[in-house]
């Protein structure tokens, strides 16, 4: 089982950046796909970006050159740079991690962007 705690949620605006991170519980070199969601009040939870352990990174169209995702395994941590924020991110972000079949969870962190 992996725990992820994601950090790094803030107020910002518009235009602003943020670096989300989430820490695992093990190392990510295990773990192929780790990625972000997001959820915003009222919609259903939504991919943001992906990053798989061979370098591969997946975004949803509307973060594709804001967004960045990154994994260092040294510190068991991703990240989620975002930057040229927009008050349509608003939301909670989801760290998730794909191992052996099951999704892993963290407990999601609020990004509110102010117009």
């Known amino acids: 089982q992996v725990h992820l705690v994601e950090s790094g949620g803030s107020l910002v605006q518009t235009g602003g950046s943020l670096r989300l991170s989430c820490a695992a519980s093990e190392s990510i070199f295990s773990i192929n796909t780790m990625g972000w969601y997001r959820q915003a009040p009222g919609k259903q939870r939504e991919l943001v970006a992906t990053?798989?352990?061979?370098?591969?990174?997946n975004y949803a169209d509307s973060v594709k050159g804001r967004f960045g995702i990154s994994r260092d395994s040294g510190k068991n941590t991703v990240y989620l740079q975002m930057n040229s924020l927009k008050p349509e991110d608003t939301a909670v972000y989801f760290c998730?991690?794909?191992?052996?079949?099951?999704?892993?969870w963290g407990q999601g962190t609020q990004v509110t962007v102010s117009s």
């Open positions: 990053a798989t352990t061979d370098g591969n990174t």
């Open positions: 998730s991690a794909i191992l052996r079949g099951f999704y892993y």
